[in-house]
C-alpha cells in the first residue's frame, strides 16, 4: 500500500475536531492512505467503519483502517463528512493488509469484499450463547481440532456433516465453501437442525451480531464472525476458492492466517488436498479415514487410438469413441455424460511414432507445436524432436466437442445435448447422453457414467496445477454419480501405460500429493517458493533487469513475465515495489 497522505482541511471550517483517522478511498487507481480528522459530534470512529470523505474536490466512500495517535500534525486536517455504515470488524482490516501484502493487490479491493452489500448503521449484538454441537463427533478430528486444525482427507462419497461437528464444538463457526449452491444446502441443513445460521453476503448484519454458523462461498473468508471458535474450509481443492483478479487471494490461506491471529483451530477439508495445504498441516496433522469401497466409483482408463499412420498428417488419430464408450451409449438405461474441454482445437502436441506427449524438461507443462516446440508456462523451447524414441515427426491432437457430438450420436444411436459455460438451463432433460466442457459437471443433476474424452488435455495442461484440476473434475464426477446404481467413470487417455494417468484408476491421496511434492519440489514451484505473473510495460522491464538477487525472472509474453523467489519477504518486497510503477501483479496464478 502506497504512503500516508496529510488531508488539508478546507478553509472556514469552524468544526471542533478531536482524534484523527487513517483511511483508504474506494477510489480505483488510488493505493495510498489518508488521514482525516473525526468531529466531535461522531464521537468514536471503530477501525473498520466506512465514511465519507472529501478527495481531491469529490465526495466519496472510503475505510477506515487506523486510529492516529501522537503528536498533533503541523497542519490542519479535513474532517470527515459522514459515517455511513458498520464496516468489516477490526481484525478483519488487519488481515485485509496482510493479503495486501501477501497477494500484492490493493488493499482497497479486499476490504470492498469483507463488507456489508447494504448499509448498515448499527449493531445489536445478540446476548445467545453460541450452540455446540450435539451429535457424536468423529474421534480423530477431534484430536485434530485440538492439535490446532489441520487436513482431513473426506471422500467425496461421503456427507460432511461429521466433519463439522468436530468444529462446531468449538463454539461459533465460520465455513468457506467453492460455490453458493453448496453453501446454500449446508446452511439450510444446519438450521433445520435448530442452530442459528448466517449466509453470506445475504446475512453480513445477523452474522457480524453473533449467530452459531456463518457460512457461504469464497468472499466468506472475510465475513464477520465475533468470537469464532473454529474455522472449516470445504472442497479446498476447489479453484474456485482462489479469486482470479488482483489481488489473487485464496480462501484457505487467508482462512488459515485468521484462525491463527485469532488463535483458533482451522480444518481444511477435500477429497485430495492440494500440496500448498498438506505442506501447511504436515504430516501429523493431516487425518485420512479408513477407506471403503464406496469413497470413489468404479475407475476405467482407456486408450482410444485406433490407428497411427506416420504418412498421415493427422496423426497420432484417435478413434472418438471407445469400446467401452460406445457399450455405456447404446444401453438405454443409462445417463451418460461425456466431458471434452475443447470447445475449438486441442493444442496437444504428440509423437506420430510413438505417441508420446510433447512435454516440457523444465516444467513438465505440455507443449505447443509452432516452428518448435513451445512451452506455454515457462517460455522454454526445444526442437521438433521427440524426447521418447527422436523421431521428428509431430502432430496436434484436434478434437472439438461440436464434431465430437455428431460421432456419439452415430455410434450412440440417439439423440446428445451439447452443453457449455454458454448453455443455459440444463438440468436432466429428457435426454440421456450430454457432451461438453466441464461446465456439464455442474449443469446435470444426476448420472451413470462420465466419460472424459481427452482426459490427456486436462493432466498434460500446460501449467503446474494441471494434476490437481484433474483430480478435481474426478471429485466432481464422483458426486455427479451419487444415487447410481453401478457408477463409472471412464478416463480416454493417449497411453493408459503411463503412470502418470495409471495413477488415476485407484486414488489414494496421500499417495498423489506425496508425488505432486517432489515434482514441485525438484522443480522450485508453489509452495515452495513464491511466484507471480506480472504485466508492464518498460519500467517493468528496466527493475528487471536490476533485480535483486534471490529473485528470478522469465519472459513468457510481450510484456508479460514471470517472477519466482524463495524468500516470501524479499518476494513481497519486491512485488510492492513493482505496483509502485504501476505493474499489474498476479500471485499464485491458477494458469501457470
Given at each position: ?78 474532517p470527515l463528512i459522514d459515517v455511513l455504515s458498520v464496516g468489516p470488524e477490526s481484525d478483519v482490516v488487519g ?5 495486501s501484502r501477501r497477494f500484492a493487490g490493493p488493499l482497497r479491493a479486499v476490504l470492498s469484499i469483507a463488507s ?134 485464496h480462501a484457505r490461506d487467508v482462512a488459515i492466517e485468521r484462525a491463527r491471529r485469532a488463535g483458533v483451530p ?327
Amino acid at each position: 500500500m502506497g504512503a500516508v497522505e496529510p488531508s488539508r482541511r478546507a478553509e472556514g471550517s469552524a468544526q471542533t475536531l478531536t482524534v484523527a483517522v487513517r483511511v483508504v478511498p474506494d477510489v480505483s487507481g488510488i493505493d495510498k492512505t489518508f488521514d482525516y480528522a473525526v468531529p466531535d459530534r461522531f464521537g468514536a470512529v471503530a477501525i473498520g467503519s466506512i465514511v465519507r470523505i472529501e478527495l481531491n474536490g469529490r465526495r466519496v466512500d472510503a475505510w477506515v483502517v487506523d486510529q492516529v495517535n501522537g503528536e498533533a500534525p503541523g497542519y490542519e486536517l479535513k474532517p470527515l463528512i459522514d459515517v455511513l455504515s458498520v464496516g468489516p470488524e477490526s481484525d478483519v482490516v488487519g488481515l485485509a493488509k496482510w493479503c495486501s501484502r501477501r497477494f500484492a493487490g490493493p488493499l482497497r479491493a479486499v476490504l470492498s469484499i469483507a463488507s456489508p452489500p447494504k448499509r448498515v448503521k448499527s449493531l445489536r449484538p445478540t446476548s445467545q450463547v453460541a450452540r455446540t454441537s450435539t451429535r457424536e463427533t468423529l474421534v480423530t478430528v477431534d484430536a485434530l481440532v485440538a492439535r490446532g486444525g489441520g487436513v482431513v482427507v473426506w471422500p467425496a462419497g461421503r456427507a460432511v456433516r461429521p466433519v463439522l461437528e468436530s468444529a462446531l464444538a468449538c463454539g461459533r463457526t465460520l465455513v468457506v465453501c467453492p460455490g453458493i449452491a453448496q453453501a446454500r444446502t449446508i446452511a439450510s441443513a444446519l438450521r433445520r437442525e435448530g442452530l442459528s445460521v448466517a449466509f453470506v453476503p445475504d446475512d453480513w448484519q445477523r452474522a457480524a451480531e453473533g449467530v452459531d454458523v456463518v457460512v457461504g462461498a469464497r468472499s466468506a473468508a472475510w465475513a464477520p464472525c465475533p468470537d469464532v471458535g473454529a474455522i472449516v474450509v470445504l472442497d479446498e481443492h476447489d479453484e474456485r476458492l482462489q479469486d482470479e483478479r488482483s489481488p489473487t487471494w485464496h480462501a484457505r490461506d487467508v482462512a488459515i492466517e485468521r484462525a491463527r491471529r485469532a488463535g483458533v483451530p482451522c480444518v481444511i477439508v477435500s477429497p485430495i488436498p492440494t500440496v500448498a495445504a498438506v505442506e501447511w498441516a504436515g504430516p501429523t496433522r493431516t487425518v485420512v479415514p479408513e477407506p471403503t469401497a464406496q469413497d470413489w466409483p468404479r475407475i476405467v482408463v482407456a486408450d482410444p487410438f485406433t490407428s497411427l499412420a506416420a504418412s498421415d498428417d493427422d496423426a497420432p488419430r484417435r478413434g472418438l469413441v471407445t469400446s467401452e464408450l460406445v457399450a455405456h451409449l447404446r444401453d438405454t438405461s443409462k445417463v451418460v455424460a461425456c466431458v471434452l474441454n475443447v470447445k475449438g482445437r486441442a493444442r496437444l502436441v504428440a509423437c506420430k511414432s510413438c505417441r508420446e506427449i510433447a512435454r516440457c524438461e523444465k516444467c513438465e507443462a505440455a507443449m505447443h507445436l509452432e516452428d518448435n516446440l513451445q512451452c506455454p508456462a515457462c517460455g522454454h523451447s526445444r526442437p521438433i524432436v521427440c524426447s521418447r524414441c527422436g523421431a521428428g515427426a509431430m502432430a496436434a491432437i484436434r478434437r472439438g466437442v461440436t464434431r465430437v457430438r455428431e460421432e456419439l450420436e452415430a455410434a450412440a444411436g440417439r439423440p446428445v445435448t451439447e452443453v457449455t459455460s454458454e448453455t443455459v438451463g440444463v438440468g436432466n432433460t429428457t435426454s440421456a447422453v450430454y457432451v461438453g466442457t466441464e461446465a456439464l459437471l455442474h449443469r446435470l443433476d444426476s448420472a451413470d457414467v462420465v466419460a472424459f474424452l481427452d482426459f490427456d488435455n486436462e493432466v498434460f495442461a500446460p501449467t503446474y496445477r494441471a494434476g490437481e484440476h484433474a483430480w478435481t473434475l474426478l471429485v466432481l464426477a464422483s458426486r455427479l454419480l451419487r444415487g447410481a446404481r453401478r457408477p463409472e467413470i471412464l478416463l480416454q487417455v493417449n497411453d493408459a501405460t503411463n503412470p502418470v494417468v495409471s495413477r488415476f484408476a485407484n486414488p489414494d491421496p496421500i499417495a498423489v500429493v506425496e508425488a505432486e511434492t517432489a515434482t514441485r519440489r525438484a522443480l522450485g514451484l508453489p509452495p515452495f517458493v513464491s511466484l507471480a505473473r506480472v504485466d508492464g510495460g518498460d519500467a517493468v522491464r528496466a527493475m528487471f533487469e536490476a533485480a535483486p538477487l534471490g529473485i528470478d525472472v522469465a519472459t513468457v509474453g510481450e510484456e508479460r513475465w514471470l517472477v519466482r523467489g524463495a524468500d516470501p519477504e524479499l518476494f513481497a518486497d519486491f512485488c510492492a515495489e513493482l505496483r509502485r510503477i504501476q505493474a499489474r501483479v498476479y500471485v499464485d496464478p491458477q494458469r501457470y
